[in-house]
């Protein structure tokens, strides 16, 4: 699978208060794990530096709702251009499939038989209370379940949707997606040190 990164970023507002905005909500952490050296990292705001360096050597960026919010979030502390990287959101292409946006935690209930452990806005009520680890771990388990899915569709071809009553399966061509992908891109190398 080459070198794709899963990523994930937590902030510290809320859309509501920051006029919809999302280069105003600011990165409380980011997490993300290198398939190069097998592992998941996090990275507080002031620490994005280390994470960009690690996207300039990714075959690939995935995330879930990782082309209309994480990107555009940390776009304000990237002097590139973050869109420019090779790049596959999970969320995007279920979309593209199915007609619908699920939740996250909806394909890793129905796929992966596990759920996540909490949302976005407990992670923001986290950082506002200064509990940083409980913050950082919530966001590492979110890019570890994200990579759990993103592994099952490119091992078994499909993933689960849920439905009213049970779960039905959804083909996916996540495999030759990431191959086709992480040909497209162009080189970076413009981090510069906080």
Not at 44 to 59: D, G, R
Request: aromatic residues 12%; hydrophobic residues 35%; contains cysteine.
């Amino acid at each position: 699978m080459s070198n794709p990164i899963v990523f994930d970023v937590e902030t510290k507002y809320a859309f509501h208060e920051v006029g919809r905005d999302a280069r105003k909500l600011g990165v409380s952490v980011a997490a993300a794990y290198d398939y190069r050296t097998n592992q998941l990292v996090a990275y507080p705001e002031n620490k994005l530096n280390q994470l960009f360096h690690l996207f300039e050597k990714a075959s690939l960026l995935v995330g879930y709702n990782s082309q209309s919010f994480d990107l555009v979030v940390l776009s304000k502390y990237y002097v590139g251009d973050l869109f420019k990287f090779p790049h596959f959101d999970l969320l995007e292409n279920i979309r593209q499939l199915t007609g619908r946006r699920y939740p996250l935690d909806d394909l890793i209930q129905a796929t992966l038989n596990k759920g996540k452990t909490g949302h976005g806005l407990q992670a923001i009520d986290l950082y506002r209370q200064g509990k940083i680890s409980k913050l950082t771990q919530y966001c590492k388990d979110d890019v570890q379940l994200t990579k759990e899915l993103f592994d099952y569709g490119i091992n078994y071809g499909f993933v689960y949707l849920p439905t009213a009553t049970s779960k039905v399966k959804l083909v996916v061509e996540w495999k030759k997606i990431v191959a086709e992908e992480s040909q497209k891109g162009e080189s970076q190398n413009l981090t510069l040190e906080f």
